[in-house]
C-alpha cells in the first residue's frame, strides 16, 4: 500500500509561482510512474505532467515550459514547480503513483487570481 499527501496548494497571482508537494509513505518500491493531475470546476480530471520510470518527464500542452515536474526516491516526494502561472490553472492537483496498483492523493487547491 501507498499513501499520498499533497501540499503547497493555496491562491498565487498570475504570472506567479507555485511549488506543489506530494509526500508518499508505504511500498514505493514498486511505483513505476509519478503523475500531477488537475480537476478544475465543471471539467473533468487531465494529466498536467509525468514521469514513467526513469524516462523524461512529458507534459501536456498548456504547461509545457511553466511546469516542472521531479520525483525524490530518497525523500520520497514527488514535486510539480509551477511559474507563470495563469487563472486558466486553476484547479485542484492530486498526486499519482502507479505500481502494481494505482493510487491517488486527497488533492491540493490551486488558485490563480489577482
Known amino acids: 500500500q501507498v499513501q499520498l499527501v499533497e501540499s503547497g496548494g493555496g491562491l498565487v497571482q498570475p504570472g506567479g509561482s507555485l511549488r506543489l508537494s506530494c509526500a508518499a509513505s508505504?511500498?514505493?518500491?514498486?511505483?513505476?510512474?509519478v503523475a500531477w493531475y488537475r480537476q478544475a470546476p465543471g471539467k473533468e480530471r487531465e494529466l498536467v505532467a509525468r514521469?514513467?520510470?526513469?524516462?523524461?518527464?512529458n507534459y501536456a500542452e498548456s504547461v509545457k515550459g511553466r511546469f516542472t515536474i521531479s520525483r525524490d526516491n530518497g525523500k520520497k516526494m514527488v514535486s510539480l514547480q509551477m511559474s507563470s502561472v495563469k487563472p486558466e490553472d486553476t484547479a485542484v492537483y492530486y498526486c499519482?503513483?502507479?505500481?502494481?496498483?494505482?493510487?491517488w492523493g486527497q488533492g491540493t487547491h490551486v488558485t490563480v487570481s489577482s
Open positions: 499519482y503513483a502507479q505500481g502494481k496498483s494505482i493510487y
Open positions: 514521469i514513467i520510470g526513469r524516462s523524461i518527464p
Open positions: 508505504g511500498s514505493i518500491e514498486s511505483i513505476i510512474i
